[in-house]
């Protein structure tokens, strides 16, 4: 791996304490990082422990577990990490982050190779960007040295127009190859998974069409409300946080045709392409709903989302949602994906489920009840996990049918293995060069085109339905799934 000097702008955020520093920490006791590298952050310093390097040694104690922390490594690793304190919009914070730069290039022999990580507010990138090029810190290429690549976090724009200028203001001083738009979901190794499932066994592929697959539904629930993210989820809302980014992006892994490789080019041009096939959503198949006060998982008394930290009164946002989605391609003409997506509600699950069409004639007419659908589960959290549920007959009697899982948990089959947090994936791909799990533009565009019908309906409509916390969601999202006569799969 090249050397090069990994830039974290919002150095002394809450995703760099949780996130970043930790996952780095982890490629760095591995021997995963280069021989030659530093991090230079950029942020106003912590009010709490304004010494960058303790700061560091502070959220890595936090965050990374006792058994994975050794003495040595912590204090090699924090001797790698410095802070520029800066504003992301005073011109002359940059000239001195130049500055700090060329000093480590020259004693780490990092060879003007930059990896600027944007762990910033949407509303800084505009003053991050115009400042970096001012500063001459960007060079031309991703991959010939000195190279230079820039993450950016989500969320990419609030609309498809807005995506669109996000997109420009980059292309200002950089090429699209040295865009690396980052969705953690993606660096999951069950996400990365679902593509290895059906392409590396060929027991799948036959079936994996609208002649055998009745519907498939995505389902992504989190237990939690928005916590003390309210000023940030308020403007987004459930649908943008993660149905355009995190669920479509699933969905296109799900339904994409066989790629010619598993290049980074050859992925994402099958992704585009499902992503381009689908349907905009359609207000007469989408509900939406806001949690209200209820009990959490403990049947501990919660508020509801109008009284939490930063959100308005009056507020109309969405904290959950469910559709039907089209896609319109040979594979999957007339096969339904529904989708849903919420906050406070019974389980954590973040799972893929394809029922399959059910068995044509009914044999076995003794048996208490029908045979189910097979359904072919990929849960991506918190447990990943792959399970085949399949029709048995009871032991003991003669017909009676029971449906039995045939699983397979990671945690379970890989003990050897420590699975990797989807953000040392990431960052160390963008450290190899490798877009594959990354979001290109036209990725962006497409997505942004599907939801934004749906969105612009509802801003038109100030009715919000309200849902118990702790429930699942509106009652409204029965009736959507049942209309066409089935059942979420829970």
């Known amino acids: ?24 920490f ?22 709490k422990q304004p010494d960058y390097q303790e700061f560091v040694r502070e959220a890595l104690t936090e965050f990374v577990g006792d058994n994975e922390r050794h003495t040595c490594a912590l204090n090699e690793f924090i001797a790698l990490t410095s802070l520029i304190p800066a504003d992301f919009s005073d011109p002359e914070a940059y000239k001195k982050l130049a500055d700090a730069l060329k000093e480590t290039d020259a004693a780490r022999e990092t060879g003007g190779n930059r990896l600027f990580y944007l762990a910033t507010p949407p509303t800084c990138v505009p003053d991050v960007l115009q400042n970096l090029q001012a500063a001459g810190l960007v060079t031309d290429s991703a991959h010939k040295t000195p190279w230079t690549r820039l993450i950016a976090e989500k969320p990419f724009g609030i609309d498809r127009d807005s995506a669109r200028r996000m997109t420009a203001l980059f292309h200002n001083i950089a090429k699209e190859d040295q865009v690396y738009r980052i969705d953690h979901y993606l660096g999951k190794d069950a996400v990365q998974d679902v593509t290895v499932l059906r392409f590396a066994n060929s027991l799948f592929e036959p079936l994996w069409n609208r002649g055998y697959v009745d519907h498939v539904q995505v389902t992504v629930a989190e237990t939690l409300g928005v916590e003390r993210r309210g000023n940030y989820f308020n403007s987004m809302g459930e649908t943008r946080d993660m149905v355009q980014s995190h669920a479509l992006q699933v969905i296109a892994l799900v339904a994409m045709e066989p790629p010619n490789s598993f290049s980074a080019a050859a ?33 501990k008394p919660v508020p509801g989302y109008r009284s939490e930290y930063a959100v308005p009164p009056d507020s109309t946002t969405e904290t959950y949602m469910a559709a039907r989605l089209f896609i319109e391609s040979w594979r999957w003409s007339g096969v339904p994906f529904y989708i849903r997506a919420g906050k406070r509600l019974p389980k954590q699950r973040t799972e893929v489920n394809i029922q399959f069409k059910g068995a ?17 589960r990929l849960r991506i959290q918190p447990d990943a996990e792959i399970a085949l549920t399949v029709e048995l007959k009871r032991p003991g009697t003669a017909h009676d049918l029971l449906p039995v899982e045939l699983d397979m948990l990671y945690g379970d089959v890989f003990k050897e293995n420590r699975m990797r947090d989807a953000y040392e994936r990431l960052l160390l791909d963008a450290l190899h060069g490798d877009a594959l799990l990354f979001m290109r533009e036209d990725e962006i ?46």
């Not at 050397?3 to 930790?22: E, Q, Y």
């Open 26 to 47: 982890r490629l760095y006791c591995e021997d995963m990082l280069p021989r030659n590298f530093a991090i230079v952050g950029f942020a106003i310093p912590d009010k």
């Open 267 to 299: 992925i994402r041009d099958e992704k585009v392409k499902v992503l381009e096939a689908m349907r905009p959503l359609n207000s007469h198949y989408a509900v939406r709903g806001q949690y209200g006060p209820g009990k959490d998982t403990e049947g």
């Open 1 to 24: 791996m090249e050397p090069c000097i990994f830039v974290l702008f919002g150095a002394t955020g809450d995703l760099s304490r949780r996130k970043l520093l930790p996952a780095l």
């Open 445 to 490: 565009d497409a997505a942004w085109r599907v939801v934004d019908p749906l969105l612009a309906y509802w801003r038109s409509d100030p009715d919000v339905p309200g849902y118990p916390a702790g429930t699942w969601g509106p009652d409204a999202a029965d009736d959507l799934i049942a209309r066409d006569g089935r059942k979420w799969i829970d």
């Open 360 to 376: 044509p004639l009914t044999l076995f007419r003794g048996s208490s009840r029908k045979p189910e659908p097979n359904v072919l």
